[in-house]
């Protein structure tokens, strides 16, 4: 029965000591006074560190309450197979970039190759068909008559050398000259016959025209000059098959590169390091631990910059300034003052929050307002409750 008691009679100071808070606070409201007192929750900036890419924690290097700076190593996922995927992907980019000189080479080379060998075989194609096309056409008149020219020229010369030679052989008969200018005379003669009996041959076949075997003969020396052409042709048509080898190749080697990008970055993301300075308010995961992607592995609040979330009355919002300076207190230091400067003030009304215990408080509007506090040693903790008093001579 008297705990019963005991219980309600707290209750009712608990009602008593908000009801006269909350007067206060109007009085002080309405009658103009130089302060506003705002309550609420310390809070402050939280990053949850998770790895991008699944794996098994290898080691975590922080606990809670560890300080950490912009950069530190936090944790460690095992990172043999990503090693071994860069390895192989470095070894096969380095096996592709192996061939590319020996293949350009291999090009360059047919290339030459192949056009020297284009040239000599139009050329002897256009010596063949020309053959062939004087054949087909036989034998013109000025060849003609050049022919029957040389004939009569030969003619002239081996009459003259006759009449030489046989004077010649008279007077050596006669003991007039000596054997050399018989042995002269008569090497003369022979060599103006050959000349006259071959001017009659070639005459006889101009005046006759090409053989069918020779216009044959042109004709099957046509086919081969075009059959060698074909074929250096295709010598050609290889090199363009080199060089689609090469495309494909350049093609590969560029996945290649992405493919070891892409191992390097994996193994990279086997690390994950702090983005801000701070302290290690919870850890979410242990060595040994399967992570996926985005899981929580720590979480890092900046204990340097934190501030007060509070609100403010509707009948005070006009009282109140973006710098203006508040000093705050805590339940957990009730002796020490914090300085604090007004950073944010919410453009829209909300009702109060629902942790206020009264149904009257909750259905007031207020407007959210943002403290920024000086936080030197780390006190200041996330969660912290605390009241601000707002000061109007001071900014």
């Not at 959210?368 to 008093?389: C, F, S, T, W």
Request: hydrophobic share 40%; aromatic share 6%.
């Amino acid at each position: 029965m008297l705990k019963k008691k005991f219980l309600i009679i707290i209750l009712v100071l608990i009602l008593i000591s908000g009801a006269s808070y909350y007067s206060y606070k109007r009085w002080w409201a309405k009658e103009g006074s130089p302060h506003i007192l705002v309550s609420g929750n310390i809070e402050a900036t939280e990053v949850k560190v998770s790895f991008k890419i699944p794996g098994r924690i290898l080691k975590r290097l922080v606990d809670e309450g560890s300080v950490v700076k912009e950069g530190d190593l936090i944790s460690k996922l095992e990172d043999r197979e990503l090693i071994d995927q860069q390895n192989k992907a470095e070894a096969t980019l380095e096996a592709l970039q192996a061939k590319v000189p020996t293949l350009l080479t291999t090009i360059e080379k047919e290339e030459k190759t192949s056009f020297d060998e284009i040239n000599k075989a139009e050329s002897s194609l256009h010596a063949a068909e020309a053959r062939l096309a004087e054949l087909l056409s036989g034998s013109r008149p000025q060849e003609i008559e050049q022919a029957k020219a040389e004939v009569e020229q030969a003619k002239s010369e081996l009459e003259k050398e006759t009449k030489y030679m046989e004077r010649a052989k008279y007077l050596y008969q006669g003991g007039y000259v000596p054997a050399k200018d018989w042995d002269a005379a008569k090497a003369n003669y022979e060599v103006c016959l050959a000349k006259h009996r071959k001017a009659n041959e070639y005459y006889a076949l101009v005046k006759e025209g090409p053989r069918k075997e020779e216009i044959e003969r042109a004709r099957a020396q046509v086919e081969e000059a075009k059959a060698a052409l074909s074929l250096a042709q295709s010598k050609r048509l290889q090199v363009k098959v080199y060089q689609q080898e090469v495309d494909v190749l350049k093609a590969q080697i560029k996945e290649a590169k992405a493919s070891l990008e892409m191992a390097k970055r994996q193994l990279e993301y086997s690390e994950i390091f702090a983005p801000v300075s701070g302290v290690v308010l919870v850890k979410s995961a242990e060595a040994g631990e399967v992570v996926s992607p985005g899981a929580t592995v720590v979480t890092i609040a900046d204990l340097d910059h934190v501030w007060l979330k509070a609100y403010v009355d509707e009948t005070d919002l006009g009282r109140v300034k973006i710098g203006q300076k508040v000093r705050i207190k805590t339940d957990t230091f009730p002796g020490k003052i914090y300085e604090g400067k007004i950073s944010f003030i919410s453009s829209e009304a909300e009702f109060t929050p629902k942790q206020v215990q009264t149904q009257k408080e909750r259905v007031k509007l207020v407007y959210r307002i943002k403290v920024d506090v000086e936080n030197r040693n780390r006190e200041l903790k996330p969660g912290m409750p605390a009241d601000g008093e707002i000061l109007f001579d001071e900014k």
